[in-house]
C-alpha cells in the first residue's frame, strides 16, 4: 500500500515518542539557528516600528528609476520603492503633514494618478514600541491564561508541554523572518499571536486523545506512558494532518493574493506569518509537544513502575514497545 | 433553533432592507488618525481623563459636520476614522489639541513683515459694546464701573476699538450707549484706509491718539514696559519671528506656570503672555450668538465656579493695567487666538468676546474655547490614507482569498470525506450564510465596520470551522473501525468524545481572541473580534447543525451501509483488527 493509502486509512505507525532525540536534536538546531539570526540579523522591522511615511499608488509605465527621481524631485532624502505589478508602495523617512502633501502633489503631475487615488500611511516613530509592548503584553496574558485553561481542562504537565510547544513555534518563527529578511510589520506580529491558537489547537487535539488513553493505564498494564502517547498520537495523526492542511489552505489563498494582486500589505504580512508559523506548528504539535509531554510524564513514579516492569519481561512484547520504554526511560 | 437564528438575523437583514455590511476605512476609502496621548512620565493616562478627551474630539469631529466620522477608544490610543477625507483636512480637525489658557498680556508688537500682514485677512473692528444692562443678575457689581466705561475705547484710538473685547454678559436689550458706539467705532477704521495702520496702532504700547497710524518703533524694546517680564522671555520675545509659521505651529510648547513669548495664529502680532491664571478646563461652556440688539455676532462663555473667581481676578488686574496689559490672551496650543481687551472686572462666571465675528468665526472660537480643553495633549502616532481605490482592490483581494480558501477546503473535505464531506461542505455554507447576515445586522445596528483585518480573520477561521468537523468525523471513524457498534450508535458515542474536544479547542481560540481583542492595538481588535465571533459559530453549528445532519444522515442506507462514496466504507471501517501490526487502538488499550 501506498503512504496515501495508508494515510487513508489510518494505518499509520511512526514511532514520534521514541525518536524523541532526533526530534529534541532537530529542535534544538533549530532553536539555535533561529535564535543565531535574531541575534546577528535581527529583525527588518517595518515602517511602523521606525516611523515613516508609505505612499501607494498605482501606475501602469513608471520605471523604479522614475518613481525615484520623482520622490527626490520633492524632498524626500531615502525613498524606498517597492512594486508589484502597476502598483508601487514608496517608504520615506517621517515626514510632516506640509511635505505629504508636497510629494502627493509630485506623484500626482508626475504619473498622472488623482491626488486623491494616493495612499498615505505616516506613523510616529513611538508608534511601533507601543505595539510591539502591547504584543509583550497580550503574548504574556495569553500563556498564563492557557497555562491555567489547559491545567484545569487536562494537567498542569500538558499546558507546560504545549506552552513549550508553542514558544518553540514563535521563536522558530522569528527565525525564519530574521534569515530571510521578511518585513516585520504589526500585521506580523498579529499573525504570530494567531499562530498562538492554531498552534495549540493540534496540541489539545493530541492531548485530548492522549489523556483518554493514558487515563486507563493501571498497574498492570501492557503499554507504557509513552507507548500509550504514541498510539494516541498516531491515532490522531490523520487528524492532525488533516485540521492542519485544511487551516493552512484559506492562510495560503490569502498568502497566494496578497502577494501577487495586492504586493506588500496587510493580506501578505500577516498571511506570511500564519503560513510560516502553522508549518512550525504542526511540526511541534506532533514531534515537540507530545515527546516533551511524556519525557515530563515518565518521571512520575506510577509510570517509572510500568516501564520498569514491562522492562523486564522483555522479548514478550516485542520490538516497539521494549524501544520505547527503554528510551523513555533513559 | 438553528433555524431560528438564522430566521432572526435574515429577518432584521430584509425589514432593514439592509444586504451588504458597513465597510470600515480601509476597504471604503477614507483617513484612519490614531492618536497617542502624551504624558510626562510616559504612563498611561487616566481611564476617566482619556474618555473626556474623547468626547472632546468626537464633539469636534461631529461639529465639522463630516458624515459619519468615528471617533473610538483603543486601549490608550483614540482612534479617528473619516470616511472619504483626506490625510490633511483631519489633522488640521484633530490638530489644535493642547490645553486652553487665559493669559495676561505684558507686552506685544507687530511682526515687522508688512507683505503678510497685507494678505492677512482683515480683522475688523467692533464696538467693544458693554452693553451695561440694568437687569443682569451674574454681573451685578460690574455695572456702573462698565457702563462708565464702555465709551472709553471708542474715545481713545489706541487700537481698542479695533481689537476684540472682553465684557461682562447683556442679558436684556442693550442700552443705548453701545449701540450708538458701534457704527462709530466701525466708522473709524475704515477712514484709517490701511490694515497696516489698524496693526501699527494695536501695537503702539503707549495709549495716545497720536500714536494712530505711525510705523512701528524699530528697537523692539522701545515703548515696552518691560516691568515684571522675565528678561529671558523678553529677549525669547525680541528674537520671535512669528511670520515664520513654525513659531505658530503645533510644536509651539507652553508651560502655564511661566511667562511666555507667544505669536498671534495669524502671525500679525507677537506677545509677552503672563502665566496662565485660568485655564480650559476652567470654562463649563461656550456658545456663539448674535449681540441682542444688534446683528453682531459674539462668544459667551460660562465659567465653573473655581474658574470664575480666578477669572474675576484675572479681568481686574487686566482692567486696572495700562495698554497692552489690559489685554488677555486666549492661548490656544501655544499660540494666540485672540487678546481682547478688558473693559471692565468681570465677576460672576461669565463673559461675552465681541469683536467683529462673522458667524463662522464665532462658531469656531466657541469651540476652540469650548472643545480646545483637551485634558491630555495627543500625537499622531499613525496615519493611514486609503484611497477608495485601494479599498477596492483590499476588499477583492480579501473576497477572492476567501473564495479560494473556501473552494479549497471544500474540495479537500469532498476528496477525503466523500458522502461526509457533503455534510462539511453544508456545515460551511450554513456557517458563512450566519456570519455574513451577523456581519450585517452588526453594522447596521452596532456600528460595525467590516475591515481589512476583519476579512483576513473570517477567512482563516474557515481552517478552525473545517476543523471542528473533521475532529468529529474522525471519531465517528474510530467508532466505526471497532466494528462492533452501527453507524447510529457509532454517531452518538463519538459525538459525546468529539464534543469535548471541539469544545476545549474552541475555548482555547476564544481566549486568544479575547487577549487579543482585549489588548488591541490598531487593527489587531477587528482581527481578534472576527476570530471570535467566528469561533462561537463553529460551535454553534457543529452543536445545532453539523451533529443533527449526521444523526439524520445515519439512518440513510447510503451512509448506514457504508457505500464507498459515503466516507464511511467498510474497506475504511473494518480494517484494524486484522491486517495490520496494529494490535491495539486507544480505546482498548
Known sequence: MGLGRRLYRGEIDVDFVGRWKLWYSLSGFLLIVSLAGLLINGLNLGVEFKGGSVFAFKAQTATIQQVRTSFLDEGVHQPIVQTAGDRWRVTTESLDTAAVTKVQNGIAKDFGVPVKDVDIQSIGASWGGEVSKKAWIGLGVFMLAIILYLSMAFEPKMALAAIVALIHDLVITAGVYAWSGFEVTPATLLGFLTILGYSLYDAVVVFDMIKEVTGKLGTTSKQTYSMAANNALNHTLIRSLNTSLVAILPVAAILFIGTTLLGAGTLKDLSLALFVGMIVGTYSSLCVATPLLVTLKEREPRYQAIARRLASTTGTKGGKGAKSAATAKG | ?589
Open chain 2, 1 to 589: 433553533m438553528l433555524l431560528a437564528l438564522i430566521i432572526a438575523l435574515g429577518g432584521t437583514m430584509f425589514l432593514q432592507k439592509a444586504f451588504t455590511p458597513k465597510l470600515a476605512l480601509d476597504l471604503a476609502g477614507g483617513t484612519t488618525v490614531t492618536l497617542s496621548p502624551v504624558t510626562l512620565n510616559g504612563a498611561a493616562p487616566p481611564e476617566e481623563i482619556l474618555d473626556r478627551a474623547v468626547n472632546i474630539i468626537r464633539d469636534r469631529v461631529n461639529g465639522t459636520g463630516l458624515s459619519d466620522a468615528e471617533v473610538a477608544k483603543s486601549g490608550d490610543n483614540i482612534i479617528i476614522s473619516v470616511p472619504g477625507a483626506g490625510q490633511e483636512e483631519v489633522i488640521k480637525l484633530v490638530g489644535t489639541t493642547a490645553e486652553l489658557r487665559f493669559r495676561q498680556v505684558l507686552a506685544m508688537a507687530a511682526t515687522q513683515t508688512p507683505q503678510e500682514l497685507a494678505t492677512e485677512a482683515p480683522k475688523p473692528g467692533t464696538s467693544p459694546s458693554a452693553a451695561p444692562s440694568s437687569t443682569a443678575t451674574s454681573a451685578p457689581s460690574a455695572k456702573p464701573s462698565s457702563s462708565a466705561r464702555a465709551p472709553k475705547p471708542t474715545a481713545s484710538p489706541t487700537g481698542k476699538a479695533l481689537s476684540s473685547a472682553l465684557v461682562a454678559p447683556s442679558a436684556t436689550p442693550s442700552a443705548s450707549a453701545p449701540a450708538t458706539a458701534a457704527p462709530k467705532a466701525q466708522e473709524t477704521p475704515k477712514a484709517q484706509d490701511t490694515k497696516k495702520g489698524q496693526k501699527d496702532a494695536k501695537a503702539t504700547p503707549a495709549p495716545t491718539p497720536t500714536s494712530s497710524g505711525q510705523p512701528p518703533a524699530q528697537d523692539p524694546n522701545a515703548g515696552i514696559n518691560t516691568q515684571g517680564i522675565d528678561p529671558a522671555v523678553l529677549a525669547q520675545f525680541n528674537k520671535l519671528d512669528c511670520s515664520d509659521p513654525k513659531n505658530r505651529g503645533k510644536g509651539v510648547q507652553d508651560d502655564p506656570a511661566k511667562q511666555f513669548a507667544a505669536c498671534e495664529s495669524d502671525g500679525s502680532l507677537k506677545y509677552v503672555l503672563d502665566v496662565a491664571k485660568v485655564v480650559g478646563t476652567d470654562i463649563s461652556s461656550a456658545s456663539a450668538g448674535v449681540q441682542q440688539g444688534s446683528t453682531q455676532w459674539l462668544v459667551q462663555l460660562d465659567f465653573k465656579s473655581s474658574g470664575a473667581s480666578e477669572w474675576s481676578k484675572l479681568t481686574s488686574t487686566a482692567f486696572n493695567s495700562q495698554e497692552p496689559r489690559n489685554k488677555v490672551a486666549v492661548v490656544l496650543d501655544g499660540v494666540v487666538i485672540t487678546a481682547p481687551n478688558i473693559i471692565g472686572p468681570i465677576p460672576g462666571g461669565r463673559a461675552e468676546i465681541t469683536g467683529g465675528f462673522t458667524q463662522k468665526t464665532a462658531t469656531e472660537l466657541a469651540d476652540q474655547l469650548k472643545y480646545g480643553a483637551l485634558p491630555l495633549k495627543f500625537n499622531p502616532s499613525s496615519i493611514d490614507t486609503v484611497s477608495s481605490t485601494l479599498g477596492q482592490d483590499q476588499l477583492m483581494g480579501g473576497l477572492i482569498s476567501g473564495a479560494i480558501g473556501l473552494g479549497l477546503v471544500v474540495l479537500y473535505s469532498l476528496f477525503y470525506y466523500r458522502g461526509l464531506g457533503i455534510v462539511a461542505v453544508l456545515s460551511l455554507g450554513i456557517a458563512t450564510v450566519i456570519t455574513y447576515t451577523a456581519v450585517v445586522v452588526l453594522g447596521h445596528n452596532a456600528g460595525f465596520r467590516l475591515s481589512l483585518p476583519h476579512i483576513i480573520g473570517l477567512v482563516v477561521s474557515i481552517g478552525i470551522t473545517a476543523d471542528s468537523f473533521i475532529v468529529y468525523f474522525e471519531r465517528i471513524r474510530d467508532e466505526m473501525k471497532e466494528g462492533r457498534r452501527t453507524l447510529r450508535a457509532a454517531v452518538e458515542v463519538a459525538w459525546v468524545r468529539a464534543r469535548r474536544t471541539i469544545l476545549i479547542a474552541d475555548a482555547v481560540m476564544f481566549i486568544a481572541a479575547i487577549v487579543l481583542y482585549l489588548l488591541a492595538v490598531g487593527g489587531v481588535a477587528g482581527f481578534a473580534f472576527a476570530m471570535g465571533l467566528t469561533t462561537l459559530i463553529d460551535v454553534v453549528v457543529v452543536f445545532l447543525f453539523t451533529k443533527p445532519l449526521i444523526a439524520m444522515l445515519a439512518k440513510l442506507k447510503f451512509f448506514a451501509k457504508g457505500h464507498p462514496l459515503s466516507g464511511l466504507d467498510s474497506e475504511r471501517m473494518s480494517q484494524d483488527l486484522g491486517n495490520t501490526g496494529r494490535t491495539t487502538t486507544p480505546q482498548e488499550a
